[in-house]
């Protein structure tokens, strides 16, 4: 199979932020919301060197967690509302700040693992 092969950190970036393949960028890095494929459909890539683990959600939920509490705070200490209005403003944007850059996040990680060729750490020989 004929490779293009992505070399730079900005051709990773870009390969991981659209779900695509870390190695030649045209094949899909998913195949449901987060599941990861076992490799690439279209240069074969065997994604099991890929573990992203808890770091794109952590990170997004301290992003989200920064941007919805100092909205919810600002949003009290100016206008005061009820409850109902905390809710109706909150909930969905908690929802799209965090399932929304989820999957692109987790591509990121998984496209700089590949691209660093990083590995688990081993202790001992």
């Known amino acids: 199979m004929a490779e293009n092969r992505i070399d730079s950190l900005s051709g990773a970036i870009l390969a991981g932020l ?12 998913f195949v449901g919301f987060v599941t990861l494929r ?19 959600a952590v990170f997004i939920m301290f992003l989200a967690g920064f941007i919805v509490v100092g ?5 009290e200490v100016l206008y005061q509302p009820p409850y109902w209005v905390h809710a109706a403003l909150w909930l969905p944007l908690i929802l799209i700040v965090t399932l ?10 998984i496209a700089l693992q590949y691209h660093h060729k990083a590995h688990e750490g081993r202790f001992g020989k």
């Open 18 to 29: 659209s779900c695509a393949c870390p190695r030649c960028g045209r094949g899909k890095l």
């Open 38 to 56: 076992p490799r690439c459909e279209v240069c074969g890539l065997d994604y099991s060197f890929a573990d992203s683990g808890d770091g794109p």
């Open 71 to 75: 909205a919810a705070l600002i949003t």
């Open 100 to 109: 929304g850059p989820l999957r692109p996040m987790k591509g990121l990680m």
